[in-house]
């Protein structure tokens, strides 16, 4: 069984601020790690993922985030946001002996407000 | 390529009542699966299927139904609505290739509120 925790339900930022959301999770397998991203009134989009490999792991629109073992940690940074980054981001995990298919585990999400 | 499409955008219900969530997807995808979103608790899965004619439970599944009789179609069933159910719902679609990890494709979600 695995569980996401993102410590953060909402992360208020100014405008050109860095920003870092926390995610930790526990899990009995080895897991792959996603950050995904959902835009007012959209469905979810994959920002990055990290399946192996170098852990610090870069996305899209210059979002990068870093795998911890040692810490069960998956945090998301980016050193300047933008106003159209106001969005929820979830983590999310998958076992990864493949026949557990692609299931996820989600985390329960951190809204992040971009001021001006 | 339309990606994962759902139908309908928002839906009111009551208590009792049933309806089916449509769900299609037009890259190919063997994986489908469905989950629902509740504030808070981020999003779990109700069902999932590995290939047409192929469905299994997820972690919330007591109240809806799956089927899969094509690669394209997964339809989410609520056989009879309660309050309980009123969330938004997401279906997500992926290869199943030789490893998990595949990226999931979402669909834009259907709002529910059941009364």
């Known amino acids: 069984a695995q569980s996401v925790t993102q410590l953060d339900s909402q992360v208020p930022v100014f405008e050109e601020a860095p920003v870092e959301l926390r995610c930790n999770y526990s899990?009995?397998?080895?897991?792959?790690l996603f950050w995904y991203v959902q835009y007012p009134n959209q469905g979810l989009q994959l920002l990055l993922k990290y399946l192996s490999g170098s852990t610090l792991v870069k996305g899209i629109n210059g979002f990068e985030a870093e795998f911890n073992k040692s810490q069960t940690s998956f945090h998301l940074r980016k050193p300047s946001v933008h106003i159209s980054d106001t969005a929820e981001y979830f983590c999310a995990v998958s076992d990864r002996n493949k026949a557990a298919g692609n299931k996820l585990t989600f985390g329960g999400g951190t809204r992040v407000l971009v001021k001006p | 390529n339309a990606g994962v499409t759902q139908t309908p955008k928002f839906q009111v219900l009551k208590t009792g009542q049933s309806m089916t969530l449509q769900c299609a997807q037009d890259m190919n995808h063997e994986y489908m699966s469905w989950y629902r979103q509740d504030p808070g608790m981020g999003l779990r899965l109700i069902h999932y299927?590995?290939?047409?004619?192929?469905?299994d439970q997820g972690e919330v599944p007591n109240g809806y139904n799956v089927s899969r009789s094509t690669t394209e179609d997964f339809p989410l069933r609520l056989l009879s609505a309660a309050p309980s159910q009123t969330s938004v719902y997401f279906c997500?679609?992926?290869?199943?290739?030789?490893?998990?990890?595949?990226?999931?494709?979402f669909g834009p979600g259907t709002r529910l509120l059941v009364l």
């Open positions: 899990s009995s397998v080895s897991v792959y």
């Open positions: 997500a679609s992926s290869h199943l290739s030789g490893r998990a990890g595949e990226t999931q494709y």
């Open positions: 299927s590995v290939g047409a004619g192929i469905t």
